[in-house]
T-cell receptor, first 116, second 114 residues
Framework: EPEVTQTPSHQVTQMGQEVILRCVPISNHLYFYWYRQILGQKVEFLVS????????KSEIFDDQFSVERPDGSNFTLKIRSTKLEDSAMYFC??????????????FGPGTRLLVL | AQSVTQLDSHVSVSEGTPVLLRCNYSSSYSPSLFWYVQHPNKGLQLLLKYTSAATLVKGINGFEAEFKKSETSFHLTKPSAHMSDAAEYFC????????????FGKGTKLSVKP
């Protein structure tokens, strides 16, 4: 069964450094998402992406964050200058269609980011 | 605004006994509701979803959930727990009118004792 994959599984970085989290969505999916979960807190929506542009973003997704689909398979989340509070589990998801409630999103296993 | 409350952070059951994981939602729209499960070191896997069809929804691995509008609830149940059901379970509501923004509950960790 096709699945969403994410690399790396764990990343440790120093505050102020740039990190890139990578995701390979399910191949025929068209909508891509990033979520994060700070330890002990809820999973929170960051951004959705369709047709090579951001569809929607949350307040969390500020200028420090960017997303890109650099080729036909990868979907990346870049944090330009990491802060301690960026430490979290980051989940990538994809869906076949989007734009409304009820569409199933398929999630990857997550990347655990630790900022020191 | 939409929100989800999972009433228990941790539930412990014995193998072979029923499972009940509770979820209440708040939504301005007619909601779409999901239950996802996360096993250790695995991604979030969809168990079942409600999208305004039948109010009793059957999912994978013997789980089911009932949408009760009057109680704004979407509790997850299973008649008989199995050791492999031990995991974290998330109740999720989809934000109507958005591009698919999901709102998660805080999660319920299910432990299954032999």
């Amino acid at each position: 069964e096709p699945e969403v994959t994410q690399t790396p599984s764990h990343q440790v970085t120093q505050m102020g450094q740039e990190v890139i989290l990578r995701c390979v969505p399910i191949s025929n999916h068209l909508y891509f998402y990033w979520y994060r979960q700070i330890l002990g807190q809820k999973v929170e929506f960051l951004v959705s992406f369709y047709n090579n542009e951001i569809s929607e973003k949350s307040e969390i997704f500020d200028d420090q964050f960017s997303v890109e689909r650099p080729d036909g398979s990868n979907f990346t989340l870049k944090i330009r200058s990491t802060k301690l509070e960026d430490s979290a589990m980051y989940f990538c998801a994809s869906s076949l269609v989007g734009g409304g409630a009820g569409e199933t999103q398929y999630f990857g296993p997550g990347t655990r980011l630790l900022v020191l | 605004a939409q929100s989800v409350t999972q009433l228990d952070s941790h539930v412990s059951v014995s193998e072979g006994t029923p499972v009940l994981l509770r979820c209440n939602y708040s939504s301005s729209y007619s909601p779409s509701l999901f239950w996802y499960v996360q096993h250790p070191n695995k991604g979030l896997q969809l168990l079942l979803k409600y999208t305004s069809a039948a109010t009793l929804v059957k999912g994978i691995n013997g789980f089911e959930a009932e949408f009760k509008k009057s109680e704004t609830s979407f509790h997850l149940t299973k008649p008989s727990a199995h050791m492999s059901d031990a995991a974290e379970y998330f109740c999720v509501v989809s934000v109507g009118g958005s591009q698919g923004n999901l709102i998660f509950g805080k999660g319920t960790k299910l432990s299954v004792k032999p």
